[in-house]
């Protein structure tokens, strides 16, 4: 089994920085990318980010340049650093994971999923 623990979520005033935290833990073997995505409320799940194993990243248009995703694999940990934070970052952030070694966003969305954490930007 596999587990995605996400932590470092919380409320931000806009212009502010959070960064995100997502601990794998169980068969880490069989991942090799892993990512973010967020939902809003009413809104469709839609990826953020997504990194390999071999560091290869793919952003969302709407957080280039603001967000970067990172990934420690020694301690099975990936990471995502948001800066200028604005009101529409709010949402429900999900860490995902699963075993392709490619940068396209799977169309159905990754394999195993943590149980997300909430972001919250005030204007």
């Known amino acids: 089994q596999m587990q995605l623990v996400e932590s470092g979520g919380g409320l931000v005033q806009a212009g502010g920085s959070l960064r995100l935290s997502c601990v794998a833990s169980g068969s880490i073997s069989i991942i090799n990318r892993m990512g973010w995505y967020r939902q809003a409320p009413g809104q469709q799940r839609e990826l953020v980010a997504l990194i390999t194993a071999g560091g290869f990243t793919n952003y969302a248009d709407s957080v280039k340049g603001r967000f970067v995703i990172s990934r420690d694999n020694g301690k099975n940990t990936a990471y995502l650093q948001m800066n200028s934070l604005k009101p529409e970052d709010t949402a429900v952030y999900y860490c995902?994971?699963?075993?392709?070694?490619?940068?396209?966003?799977?169309?159905?969305?990754?394999?195993?999923w943590g149980q997300g954490t909430q972001v919250t930007v005030s204007s």
């Open positions: 995902a994971a699963d075993r392709r070694a490619t940068t396209v966003p799977p169309p159905g969305g990754m394999s195993y």
